[in-house]
């Protein structure tokens, strides 16, 4: 568990953050997000002491950050930046294994270990162990810089804006991956972004930070029916709502998965998929090469549950 | 291209020894250089003020020319190889401290900020991080350091270190081309093949730890040798210097061999155009050479106080400086040989034809139309053209400071008319030039003799008493020819020492 006891952090005569108060539960996917300059990255770096506070206290397991060894604290979280940051002179094994080998794990180990991870994200080992940075696709970098977070098998892993250079296919697939890697391992892990629909998408509890300060905690549902601040409003775009999304849609339980089929209509935003269900009750189409079935009383239905925002 | 061939087969052994030391002085200071920049450079990256200082201090070091360096040192650390590495290493502290420097403080921050932030240690991060993305740096920056070392060595000969600089400065001296293209050709193949080597071993990371490892047998080799040197029983050392020319050489040659007939155990080291007068001198009074050829005159004239007038016999001149030299300096100066040999002053035929100059006092009538190259030594000596002004009411339109063999090529290319020379040099005939006559009898006559310490002189008594053999010997004409033999005709001056002494039955074989 983490906990954020009065923080509050000043640059000379700048308040950078103010009275922040903040408690992550352990197994969360906890978002932080907020504009540029919020505070947001700060709060993090504070998590592997990158920063201290110059007030109050950070609280990991029950003890003060600033009581840890910065080296123990550091090896056993881990961290995902905001390009992968590979050691370009080194090859995939050894980046993923490079706080093991700090760690003063063997040889076999490591070796083993890297196996397993690179395993878990659809890379054969045998063919990507031993090839430079250099030599892999933007894509498969970042799922190194991922795996490479969990390598020591940490109880809390920070992500840094990590995603934010990706373009947008890409960015969902390595959402997508977090969040099966999460369910798998249930590291917590908190997560700073500055993209709202990233932090819909991640979050369970997601915190909207705003000039050092933060303007509400709760889930993504939370935010969106009752958004505590005009800034929250106006941050998440509500006139545009959220259920607009056709990754939100399907990510609800509104829609039927069907067996994938060439044939279905190709069905690109949600405006294209309401004006269909205007002319038929029963819609059979395919997203993102997934097949989907829906109904107009079932879209009624979500459209009720999601849309009650004023 | 014949003769250079013919200088090449001849001269193999001592042209390798050349080229072994000359490896070996850039080695050592290189490797001596890369121990205190890359550690220094290491250190300082992160304490960035002080970083930029050492940029600044290496850069100023570099600035220094290499001769000024290797002289400011020599009362420092002496003469020879020391000195030697010592300026070159602070050479190529520069490139390797900035290459380093720049290759880990242009690291890519986010890298730095990601191994922070898994909790890699310092050690950690240099070895797997930062050391190996500035590698690249660090070798091109050892690659500059190595062609500057190879380059700038070859002035180390100027300071007594040997390598591949003797065959440059001996063909400056002896007007030798041959020896020129020997040692820069040399010493830019050199330098072309160890950068080529070095570009190739940085090229993986499996040729580094071979080159390393190759690095560190040449070391243990040196080391090994340098043990096995300091173990093995020594018999008497003896170290023999001269100043620059051919004349000096033949002689100190004719010492050694003198010496090691009457002691075959003497180890006798020869420094050859070791350096110029007071250089070699204060080389004697600290005991870094243990004798060396010089004239009477040129001890009366610079070495003591002595502020008296020069005589003019010979004889009475050398009775002066050897007692005045046991006296201010405990020196012992043993008997001297036959010839005399002073300066004198020589113009073209041209020149001596067209304004009827053939005496020294004629040319006051022309002072207007001399351009005159001197020796540096000649134009600042109250024996050279200082007092020469004065006796002869001279004052030269243009006075050029050359080394001595530079001027005679002055001569021959019509850029002067006029030069200073010794009467044994044989390039008055070579040039076909005109000796003026000293009319007013200013040059005093200087005979040559060999000059040592009175302690070596007293615990050495067979090795003055060897080299009084000379004494008397050796006539103008003896030695002009042995000079000829020497500069002009290339032989080797061993060689004519050796074959005069057997002639002269002054040696058995």
Known sequence: MITYKNIGMKYGPNTILHDVNLKIDDGELFVLVGPSGSGKTTLLRMLNKLTVPTDGDVYFEDRKIKEYDVQKLRLDMGYVLQDSSLFPNLNVEDNIAIQLEQKGVSKAKRHKRAAELLESVELDPKKYAKRMPAELSGGQQQRIAIIRALATEPSLILMDESFSALDPVLRKKSQDLVLKLHKQYKTTIVFVTHDMQEALRMGQRIAVLNKGEIQQVGTPHDIMQHPATDFVRQFFDIKTPHWWDMDFLVASNALKKIDFNEQLPVIDNFKELMKLLTQQTQLDFQYQKAGYSMTSQKLLAYLSEEGGVH | ?509
């Not at chain 2, 070095?198 to 070391?219: A, C, E, P, Q, T």
């Open chain 2, 1 to 509: 291209m014949k003769v250079l061939m013919q200088t090449i087969v001849e001269q193999r052994g001592e042209i390798l020894k050349s080229l072994l030391q000359h490896i070996q002085i850039s080695f050592i200071s290189l490797l001596i250089a890369m121990l205190i920049a890359i550690p220094l450079a290491i250190w300082l990256r992160n304490h960035r003020r002080f970083g930029e200082i050492g940029l600044q201090i290496a850069g100023i070091i570099q600035t220094i020319p290499s001769l000024a360096l290797l002289g400011l040192l020599i009362p420092l650390v002496g003469i020879g190889t020391v000195p030697a590495v010592v300026a070159l290493t602070m050479y190529a502290i520069m490139p390797l401290y900035q290459n380093t420097y720049s290759g880990l403080t242009n690291i890519d921050p986010n890298l730095e900020e990601a191994a922070v932030a898994f909790g890699l240690s310092k050690w950690k991060r240099l070895q797997r991080l930062e050391f190996p993305l500035a590698l690249p740096m660090i070798i091109s920056g050892i690659r500059i350091a190595l062609v500057m070392i190879i380059g700038t060595a070859t002035l180390a000969a100027f300071i007594g270190a040997g390598g591949l600089g003797d065959y440059i400065m001996l063909g400056i001296q002896q007007n030798n081309n041959y020896y020129l293209v020997i040692g820069g050709v040399l010493s830019a193949l050199l330098a072309f093949i160890f950068s080529g080597l070095l570009k190739y071993m940085g090229s993986s990371k499996k040729r580094i730890y071979g080159g390393g490892i190759v690095v560190l047998l040449f070391l243990l080799g040196i080391g090994g040798n340098q043990v096995y040197q300091a173990v093995k029983p020594q018999p008497v050392n003896i170290t023999i210097a001269g100043k620059l020319g051919s004349e000096p050489e033949i002689l100190m040659n004719m010492y050694k061999d003198l010496i090691q007939q009457d002691q075959p155990n003497a180890h006798v080291t020869l420094k050859p155009n070791f350096g110029g007068t007071t250089f070699l001198f204060k080389a004697l009074k600290k005991n870094q050479v243990d004798i060396y050829p010089e004239f009477t005159g040129t001890v009366l004239e610079s070495l003591v106080d002595y502020d008296k007038k020069t005589p003019k016999d010979p004889k009475k001149i050398y009775h002066i400086a050897k007692t005045t030299l046991a006296k201010q300096e405990k020196m012992t100066f043993l008997e001297p040989m036959e010839y005399e040999n002073g300066y004198d002053l020589a113009v073209t035929q041209e020149f001596s034809k067209k304004y009827h100059v053939t005496k020294l006092s004629d040319l006051e009538r022309v002072n207007d139309k001399v351009k005159a190259a001197f020796d540096p030594d000649f134009s600042n000596q109250q024996d050279g053209y200082l007092g020469l002004k004065k006796k002869y009411n001279l004052n030269f339109s243009e006075v050029n400071r050359m080394e001595p063999s530079l001027r005679y090529k002055a001569i021959a290319n019509k850029r002067v008319n006029l030069v200073d020379g010794y009467t044994t040099d044989p390039q008055v005939q070579e040039y076909n030039l005109v000796v003026l006559k000293d009319d007013k009898h200013f040059f005093p006559p200087y005979q040559g003799a060999p000059l040592m310490n009175s302690d070596f002189a007293e615990k050495n008594p067979q090795v003055v008493k060897s080299l009084n053999r000379l004494k008397g010997k050796i006539s103008v004409e003896d030695m002009q020819k042995m000079n000829y033999q020497v500069s002009v005709k290339n032989k080797k001056a061993s060689v004519v020492a050796h074959d005069y002494l057997v002639k002269h039955n002054l040696l058995d074989k």
